[in-house]
């Protein structure tokens, strides 16, 4: 259950790091990760927004995920593992674990974006997930972010491979290798 208090539209860091057992010992930094630039603007004596964070979590990501496609699927051309992680990494991908592990409640949104339904958008959540992974390997390292990114990776990947074989791609594939129209 997430509590949201009554002076603030948004689920604090510290009750956020509890729910989902994320190890931080610098509260600030999720609580950075959870402030989008709207916020900012309106509480001009916050902190920074996340959009530093995001861009590191991405980075971040892209590591861990080649690493996990590459070690999962041994057997898989680079091409195949090429399409795997970008499939994983794309930002509605992202919205979807950040969904899953109900991330919506702790972003820190201005007024019109918290009214305008910003925290259902792919856009925002799925980049609210990577700055929480920036702020979670500054704070525990590349250790921290494996251990809380591969259960949604091992939940996602009959999805995710399932996806990139369809049979229709797989044809496409073959035709174009063949010369074929």
């Not at 958008?121 to 525990?140: H, K, M, P, T």
């Amino acid at each position: 259950v997430t509590i949201l208090s009554e002076s603030r539209n948004f689920e604090s860091a510290s009750d956020l790091s509890q729910r989902l057992g994320l190890p931080f010992t610098n509260l600030a930094l999720l609580a950075r990760a959870l402030t989008h630039r709207t916020y900012v603007n309106e509480h001009p004596d916050s902190q920074e927004d996340n959009e530093r964070l995001e861009f590191l979590g991405d980075a971040v990501l892209d590591f861990i995920v080649g690493a996990w496609v590459y070690t999962r699927f041994p057997e898989m051309r680079v091409g195949v593992l090429t399409k795997i992680r970008s499939a994983i990494v794309r930002n509605e991908q992202l919205a979807i674990f950040a969904r899953r592990l109900n991330l919506g409640p702790a972003l820190r949104l201005g007024r019109g974006e918290f009214a305008s339904g910003g925290r259902h958008r792919d856009g925002l959540v799925g980049s609210l997930f990577e700055a929480v992974i920036g702020a979670l390997y500054l704070d525990g390292g590349l250790e921290a972010v494996e251990a809380f990114v591969s259960p949604l990776l091992e939940e996602a990947q009959e999805f995710i491979v399932d996806e990139i074989h369809d049979p229709k791609s797989q044809l496409q594939e073959w035709a174009q290798s063949q010369k074929m129209g």
